[in-house]
């Protein structure tokens, strides 16, 4: 099978090319490269026995392009240029510089831990193309494994066989209901105070950790909680509660974003901060990534 013609030509003397094509002097053009004028002249006469084309008029006045030879160094000027692009861009992307992340969340809260470290990256790494997704713990677990996210941040730790995970920040748990409540006028809450209500989950987002994190504080202690369960977004599930059908448990980012008739308050006996935590497949090593997890840990260690 023939070898294609332009795998046979070396890179050098296209360069080379195109350096006497923009001086129109060999010597000029040898002196620019670095190089000898005898090795420019004789790279310039193989290339053209190789292609068979005359590319430079060479005269006792000097030198000037054919036609032939302004048509092939205007269309290598313009591979060069795509070649030098892309040595450029995979150099930027292996030190994750240039490239995309794809990032699934439980929701992002304005002056979250989660949105001051999405801003500080985008200011770190301009060229980085950052997309989102919402999602549940179970769909973004399923996206990682199809390669289709690259991160998620999700409420609680994980331990998966077949993926990382990091504990990545903390908040306060908080029960957020009307303002009117009973409770709403105390500074603090415990679980024995919440054990009877009606607690309002959300069916997408964070709700089914919520859901079994209601369930784990007051089995065996307290009856069977009243749990409904919405398929609507958290600003939604807030309104709700605003309205007086029940309370619904919130990290503390949430009073970030206040919303009308509703108080927060902090549990007081809830042993642990909830954790959120980054899930990633081990296959991933984007260095893109990497410097997320960096910047992360940079900005934690400073609160």
Not at 101 to 123: K, M, P, Q, T
Request: charged content about 20%.
């Amino acid at each position: 099978m023939p070898t294609p013609l332009g795998s046979r030509i070396p890179l050098a003397s296209l360069i080379q090319t195109l350096a006497v094509a923009e001086h129109l002097n060999f010597r000029h053009a040898a002196k620019t490269l670095g190089v000898s004028q005898s090795c420019v002249s004789a790279r310039i006469r193989a290339l053209e026995v190789e292609l068979g084309i005359l590319l430079f008029d060479r005269t006792t006045r000097g030198v000037r392009l054919t036609e032939a030879g302004r048509l092939f160094v205007e269309r290598v000027a313009t591979g060069i240029d795509q070649l030098d692009h892309a040595v450029k861009t995979a150099g930027m992307a292996a030190i994750g510089e240039y490239g995309r992340l794809r990032i699934g969340v439980h929701g992002l809260i304005a002056g979250s831990f989660l949105d001051n470290l999405l801003a500080e990256y985008r200011r770190a790494h301009p060229s980085i193309v950052v997309g989102m997704i919402e999602a549940t713990a179970r769909d973004a677990v399923i996206q990682i494994r199809a390669g289709r996210i690259d991160v998620a941040f999700l409420v609680g730790t994980f331990d998966l066989p077949d993926c990382h995970s990091r504990a990545i920040w903390t908040e306060p748990l908080v029960a957020a209901m009307p303002a009117d409540h009973r409770l709403a006028g105390q500074t603090s809450v415990t679980w024995a105070d919440l054990a009877s209500e009606q607690f309002l989950v959300r069916h997408g987002g964070t709700g089914p950790q919520v859901h079994d994190h209601i369930l784990m504080r007051l089995a065996g202690r307290w009856r069977q909680p009243a749990i409904q369960r919405f398929d609507v977004e958290r600003g939604t599930l807030l309104t709700i509660v605003a309205q007086g059908l029940g309370i619904t448990l919130l990290g503390a980012a949430s009073g970030l974003f206040p919303t009308a008739g509703v108080v927060s308050l902090p549990i007081i006996d809830e042993p642990e901060p909830v954790v959120f935590s980054a899930v990633w497949s081990p296959h991933n090593r984007s260095a893109a990534l990497q410097n997320l997890f960096s910047l992360a840990g940079d900005l934690s260690r400073s609160l």
